[in-house]
């Protein structure tokens, strides 16, 4: 016996769980990036010295370190607002296959553990954008679509 029939999920309440997490999510990811913004070069000296011990190349540690904070910050407007929606999901999910592998490198088994969670809801939102109805993308294929 089925207790809980996927049939009986209702679109309405899947669009408002969807769009809830996009936001909460996206509000997560944008201040990651929001509050390192002013401090790129000391976030970037940070990485550099975790990473101190490894075979990594100074300049490859750096320049992407560089970059993380500003990505951070623009995938999470998009997500927040649902504007560019996929392409921001996507080059966060990019974003943290390079971050888990960098943590798992240092063996920051905690980091890696919460790297994956974050590439869970990614993953959720991915699969889920069929339900993004409340979004500025949404928003603009209607314009488009009503011309």
Request: glycine content about 8%; charged content about 15%; proline content about 4%.
């Amino acid at each position: 016996m089925n207790v809980f029939p996927l049939t009986q999920l209702r679109r309405r309440d899947l669009v408002t769980g969807y769009t809830m997490l996009r936001i909460l999510f996206g509000v997560n990811f944008f201040n990651h990036g929001f509050v390192r913004l002013n401090a790129i070069p000391e976030f970037a000296q940070g990485m550099v010295d975790l990473f101190a011990d490894t075979f990594v190349p100074e300049p490859l540690v750096r320049a992407p370190a560089m970059l993380v904070p500003i990505v951070e910050f623009l995938v999470g407007i998009g997500i927040t607002l649902g504007l560019g929606t996929e392409i921001s999901l996507l080059t966060g999910m990019g974003l943290m296959v390079m971050l888990t592998y960098g943590v798992t490198l240092i063996q920051n088994w905690d980091a890696a553990s919460s790297q994956l969670i974050y590439a869970l809801v990614f993953t959720l939102l991915i699969v889920g954008r069929c339900f993004n109805d409340f979004s500025l993308d949404r928003v603009i294929e209607r314009r488009k679509n009503a011309k």
